[in-house]
């Protein structure tokens, strides 16, 4: 028997209070909750645990009252206060807000305005909070029109006047959106920021609050003026790191800290305690409410990114060329490097790709090449290899990170013609390639 | 003596790795490695309330200061990456101390999350898991005691020290994630001296297992006790188990003089109003000059409570009276060090004058009595509530609570009974599947019973009486019974594992390096005769520094390689030559100063009983 047809059977459904005797003359009481596994039926104790039994050992089942569902509480109203600042929170996903209904053991993601600011009431001293929900996703599933979506939202409360816009955002692909919005944004005359928590809100640990407090700190008193994201800068809670849009990558699956910049370093650091804002680059763009904001939001889907390894064959180049793409990032080896000689016998199958490459490239799909060291310059000149490459089309991609190179590709490509894109692929327009790769750039995460 | 109801709960370490990631189970006092500053914020529940502390926490803008050590500390005890899948022998552990109990085992086990909001925990809450239901455990002849649960969770990060000023707490990470076994005994305890029978019942029932941590605070009590006419008080902290029977005894004795107590004022004709007006003043000014190095110059505030006199000072346990739960309270709630009162003075540099200036101040009458508390006014206030709250609860007889053991015996108040369990499933963990055949199997496994392994060593192992006694409790139990069963011999197993190991610790060997496999090979080598009962220590002591070289090469090492016998007749021989005049002198008495120089000689190299009956045979030769 499963659970569905157990329920049915004894008159119960999910949420009943049960009185029930095992085969064992054991008799145990609790509310039904939700049951992964059919064979079994869950009850929440009294005394807070759960615990399962099996169906088959279950003799006798009673309801004996009615479960205390609690849900969610009413909506309050939140009251505007004109001296203070806006500031717009958009959610797609990474719920920066959940509550724990203890009856039941549920979790509930909380998007409106009056849960967070009573989650958050430290935000509620400073500012006054629009709060939108644009989807809960798994940042894993976004597609270009997500990414629109975004842009287009930003516009829309940067038109109303905000401070500053606050996305909440899965941290798995956090970076990419990043890169994307700092594309698709020209001129922002306010900060943008990402924020996203590594320990879901509903914990005491979570470390969504300690970010989403460094954020609007930064938002309302650093001047400053573009994309960013904001998320721990180490494992403790201390400070938070402001981080370039187009040259930070998530670097482990798990710690706080997990985002570092690459090639770079973070724009500022916000201290949690102080609220002291330290600048560490100064080339960023500033506030000016006199700039007007152009969206470009369009983005070429065709693009991909590949990662070389050993033990290649040409296929696997030529299925971008037989599926019609416009654009590839080669995630190559070193200084920007993939398998293509023969040295001997055994390297026969090598045979192939260099050429398999050049046949896409005269397709006319952008090849660019970034390195899978992700620390460090492309240098495709150093090597015959890297000569090899760029004779047959391989446009270097210079100091990005691959993730970056794909999405400056798939933009170019959506707003601009194939020849503009090409001659702005190697060239920097929103940070994302920088000329000078300082010695300190190179910090493995802390 | 009056009616008592009492329940036991007992958490018991274990020595298995650590239950949620595969770091090592043990505690470190040096200097730590490292340390990680970490904010907790107080979780709203579902009802959109906060937990008052943790808010106070966050208010207060406490940080929590997390040290560890890179052997026994790693992400996951930081909360910095997801927790591991539950630790294998501690489950197994925990399933054999269910079925020894008769304790229902659920089908299907769930993790959960358990909210903490004391810093104990990086994650902000504690991972426990009910495993079983009932059961029950024979404590004497004629009494069973009935167990209402038994979990397994992970112990808490302990604390380190407490940096006021700084407000920051610092806890070590090494005792986070140290599985615990909770054991909960139904509430049916019916005297002091049984209260003690069921904790060393209870304490074997852990030990049989062979996997029950040793040592100072690897077992935590708690009692549940309340007299007829009393309340329900939970009193933690019970290590010592010579003073469970004294805490019970004592805390009968507390409830029932703080009825006592009631009585007494309801007989004065006091009412909650007389407590919830008390008058409050600065008394400062009649101590500027006090010779009272504790009052002198210091901001001091008095309140008067009425009728009281007499009864603050009333005894309810040995050097506690009805005064001292006051000042409980007001070292809980106001963060002050404490209360004075007037049935206790003159005290503490407080001369009568002063405490009659003070009566005078405050408007004391005949029967009246006074509390004072030294510190700043806001304190003074919440002090002087707390004072108040606690005295309308006396009025009611016993108030439920949570407090701490003494040293003594006696116990003080450490906070209000613990609500409903704010508990809620750990996602990030699979639930755990009770399959029967596997429980089938562990029936096959369990522990005998300490009655039965008496048995077992004496009869067929044939050990000595005191030696299968030490046995009996020790860690080591389990795999001596495995060595012996597989034909080694268990009187030299046994003197090796209870004694010889510890003796070659104090020379300097790294026993807790040694794992059984390590063990055992030493036991096959003396059994092959390759190493003697002398040799057989010197080895391990070698082996806990050489953990993983050949026995071939670690033998060399030792430089014994055991003379064959007739490499041993060609020395002693040699022995006795030299010696000729001394024995055609002595003769068979030349014996006992030639075995001196010839196990000088021959140490390790062949055992003392060898050596002596060749000698005896080369001697009688050369006379």
């Known amino acids: 028997m499963k659970t569905g047809e157990f329920l049915q059977k004894h008159k119960l459904s999910e949420g009943d209070l049960v009185s029930l005797i095992t085969k064992d003359q054991a008799i145990m009481e609790g509310l039904i909750v939700p049951s992964a596994n059919p064979e079994v039926l869950t009850l929440k104790l009294k005394n807070g645990y759960n615990a399962g039994i099996s169906l088959e050992n279950i003799s006798q089942a009673r309801k004996i009252g009615e479960g205390k569902s609690v849900g969610k509480p009413p909506v309050k109203e939140t009251q505007k206060d004109s001296g203070k600042p806006t500031i717009a929170i958009l959610h797609t996903g990474g719920t920066i807000a959940s509550r724990v209904d203890y009856n039941t053991g549920a979790v509930y993601a909380s998007f409106n305005e009056s849960d967070l600011l009573t989650m958050f009431p430290e935000l509620s001293q400073k500012v006054n909070i629009i709060s939108e929900h644009l989807s809960n996703m798994w940042s894993d599933d976004i597609r270009s029109g997500h990414y629109s979506r975004m842009a287009k939202a930003v516009e829309k409360y940067s038109q109303k006047g905000v401070a500053g816009i606050i996305i909440g955002h899965g941290t798995d692909t956090m970076a990419y959106t990043s890169a994307a919005l700092a594309f698709m944004l020209e001129n922002p005359p306010i900060p943008v920021l990402l924020v996203g928590a590594q320990r879901s809100s509903d914990r005491g640990s979570s470390d969504a609050a300690m970010n989403l407090d460094c954020a609007v700190e930064f938002i309302l008193n650093s001047g400053f003026a573009g994309v960013g994201i904001c998320m721990h800068y180490s494992t403790a809670d201390g400070k938070c790191a402001i981080l370039p849009a187009c040259k930070t990558r998530k670097m482990h699956s798990s710690r706080r800290d997990a985002f570092k910049p690459v090639n770079d370093s973070p724009i500022a650091l916000v201290d949690y305690s102080t609220k002291k804002i330290e600048f560490l680059k100064q080339d960023f763009e500033r506030k000016d409410s006199g700039k007007k904001l152009v969206v470009k939001d369009k983005l070429e889907e065709k693009v991909a990114i590949l990662k070389i390894h050993t033990n290649m064959i040409p296929e696997q180049f030529s299925f971008f060329e037989k599926n019609k793409y416009k654009g590839l990032v080669i995630e190559g080896t070193g200084l920007g490097h993939t398998p293509g000689f023969v040295p001997d016998d055994m390297a026969l199958k090598n045979r192939g790709i260099i050429e398999a490459i050049e046949s896409l490239a005269k397709s006319g799909c952008i090849i660019v090449m970034a390195t899978q060291c992700l620390f460090g310059r492309v240098q495709m000149h150093v090597y015959d290899k890297g000569v090899r490459l760029q004779k047959a089309g391989v446009i270097p991609g210079e100091d990005m990170l691959p993730e970056t190179a794909f999405v400056k590709l798939a933009w170019l490509l959506g707003n601009f013609p194939k020849e503009k894109a090409k001659e702005l692929i190697g060239k920097n327009l929103r940070g994302e390639i920088t000329e000078r790769t300082l010695e300190e750039s190179f910090k493995l995460p802390e | ?623």
């Open chain 2, 1 to 623: 003596m009056p009616k008592l109801k009492c329940g036991l709960e007992v958490h018991q370490q274990l020595e298995t790795g650590k239950l949620f990631c595969r770091c090592p189970s043990f505690l470190r006092d040096d200097k730590p490695e490292f340390a990680v500053e970490r904010k907790l914020r107080a979780v709203a529940s579902e009802l959109g309330e906060y937990d008052a502390a943790a808010l106070e926490a966050m208010q207060k803008n406490y940080s929590f200061v997390y040290e560890g050590f890179k052997e026994n500390t790693c992400l996951v005890e930081l909360d910095e990456s997801p927790p591991q899948k539950i630790d294998s022998e501690a489950l197994k552990t925990v399933l054999k101390i269910a079925l020894l109990a008769n304790s229902k085992i659920l089908d299907e086990i769930f993790i959960m999350r358990k909210a903490v909001v004391d810093g104990s925990n990086t994650s902000g809450f504690q991972r426990t898991a009910l495993v079983s239901i009932g059961g029950e455990l024979r404590i004497s002849e004629n009494k069973k005691i009935g167990i209402q649960t038994i979990c397994l969770e992970e112990d808490a990060a302990r604390p380190s020290k407490k940096d006021e000023e700084g407000r920051k707490i610092y806890y070590r990470l090494d005792r986070l994630g140290i599985p615990l076994i909770e054991l909960a005994t139904a509430p049916e305890i019916t005297s002091p001296k049984e209260a003690k029978e069921v904790a060393l019942a209870i304490g074997r029932l852990f030990r049989i297992t062979c996997k029950a941590m040793r040592g100072l605070g690897t077992i935590r009590q708690d009692l549940n006790i309340s007299i007829e006419g009393g309340a329900r008080v939970e009193i933690k902290g019970c290590q010592d188990l010579e003073l469970i029977e004294e805490i019970v005894k004592r805390e009968m004795q507390r409830q029932e003089r703080l009825l006592e107590a009631k009585n007494e004022m309801l007989k004065r004709k006091l009412t909650e109003n007389d407590f919830s007006q008390m008058q409050t003043q600065e008394i400062s000014e009649l101590f500027k000059n006090s010779a009272g190095k504790l009052v002198k110059g210091k901001k001091i505030y008095g309140a008067m409570i009425p009728k009281l006199k007499g009864l603050l000072g009333m005894e309810l346990q040995p050097e506690r009276r009805l005064g001292s739960e006051l000042s409980d309270q007001v070292k809980a709630k106001a963060g002050l060090k404490g209360l004075l009162h007037s049935d206790e003075l003159p005290a503490f540099g407080i001369t009568e004058q002063e405490k009659k200036a003070v009566a005078e101040s405050l408007e004391v009458k005949e029967n009246d009595a006074f509390i004072m508390v030294i510190g700043e006014e806001e304190n003074a206030k919440k002090a002087f509530k707390a004072v108040s709250e606690r005295l309308k609860q006396a009025l009611q007889g016993v108030p439920e609570e949570t407090r701490n053991a003494l040293e003594n015996g006696n116990s003080e108040y450490s906070r209000p009974l613990p609500g409903g369990a704010r508990m809620y499933p750990e996602t990030d963990l699979e639930s755990i599947k009770v399959e029967k055949k596997a429980l089938e199997k562990l029936r096959k496994e369990l522990p005998l019973w300490p009655e039965e392994r008496l048995r077992l060593y004496t009869e067929k192992f044939k050990l000595s009486k005191q030696l299968a006694e030490k046995m009996v409790l020790d860690n080591y139990a389990c795999f001596f019974e495995e060595l012996a069963e597989k034909g080694f011999d268990a009187t030299s197993t046994a003197v090796l594992l209870l004694e010889g190991l510890t003796k070659i610790s104090r020379e300097g060997a790294e026993t807790e390096k040694l794992t059984e496999q390590h063990i055992e090979e030493a036991l096959q080598l003396l059994k092959q005769k390759k190493l003697t009962k002398e040799t057989v220590l010197e080895f391990l002591k070698l082996r806990s520094k050489n953990l993983t070289i050949p026995a071939a090469s670690l033998m060399e090492k030792l430089g014994t390689t055991i003379f064959s016998e007739t490499e041993l007749r060609k020395t002693i021989t040699q022995i006795v030559q030299k010696n000729s005049a001394l024995i055609k002198e002595k003769g068979e008495r030349a014996f006992a100063a030639l075995m001196g120089e010839a196990m000088k000689e021959l140490k390790g190299k062949a055992d003392g009983s060898t050596v002596s009956k060749i000698l005896r045979q080369e001697i009688g030769k050369a006379k």
